[in-house]
Every structure is written in structure tokens, then in C-alpha cells.
């Protein structure tokens, strides 16, 4: 049975920082393409970042330069560093697994505010 499931979210102030961890089991995870979205209340599933099983990397516009996304083979994980967090930046935050279908975990409610 394969399960991603996010932590790290939670309540950050206007430039703050905050670590995703996206932890998979009952895939091979080195196989995986791992990708991260979010989804603000009212709004369309946008993708984040993602990274490929080479470690390439690719970001959302709204995000380069303040997002790092990363992974870790030998612990089955995947990370999203979110630094110079914006407003615009609340929503849950989703990691994805492709390895010839598309794997989803829960998410992790990400808010930015003051």
C-alpha cells in the first residue's frame, strides 16, 4: 500500500521560513518523481516545484528563488524549504509521487499571517 504523508506545516509569520517533509512507503522511492502542489481556499490545485529521480529540480515562477525542494533516497523522503514566506504562500500543501501512476498524500496546511 503506498502512502506519502506531508508534515511540517503550520503558522508562520511574513517572511518566516517552513520545512515540508513528504515521508513515501510502499513505492520505490529513487523510481519516483516527486512533486509538490498547493491549494488556497477557493483556488485551482497549482503546482510548486518538483524533482526528478536525477535530482533536477524545477519551480513554479511565484516561488523561484524562495522555495528549495530536495530529496533524500535513502530515507524515503522528500522536502520543500519555503524561505521568505509571502500571504500568498497559505494553503495545503500536497507532495505527489509519479511512478507510472500519480500517488497523493493528504497535505499539510501551510498559513502565512501575522
Known amino acids: 500500500q503506498v502512502q506519502l504523508v506531508e508534515s511540517g506545516g503550520g503558522l508562520v509569520q511574513p517572511g518566516g521560513s517552513l520545512r515540508l517533509s513528504c515521508a513515501a512507503s510502499?513505492?520505490?522511492?529513487?523510481?519516483?518523481?516527486m512533486n509538490w502542489y498547493r491549494q488556497a481556499p477557493g483556488k485551482q490545485r497549482e503546482w510548486v516545484a518538483g524533482?526528478?529521480?536525477?535530482?533536477?529540480?524545477n519551480y513554479a515562477d511565484s516561488v523561484k528563488g524562495r522555495f528549495t525542494v530536495s530529496r533524500d533516497n535513502a530515507k524515503n523522503t522528500a522536502s520543500l524549504q519555503m524561505n521568505s514566506l509571502k500571504p500568498e504562500d497559505t494553503a495545503v500543501y500536497l507532495c505527489?509521487?509519479?511512478?507510472?501512476?500519480?500517488?497523493w498524500g493528504q497535505g499539510t496546511q501551510v498559513t502565512v499571517s501575522s
Open positions: 510502499g513505492i520505490i522511492f529513487r523510481y519516483a518523481v
Open positions: 505527489s509521487a509519479y511512478l507510472s501512476r500519480t500517488y
Open positions: 524533482i526528478d529521480v536525477g535530482g533536477t529540480t
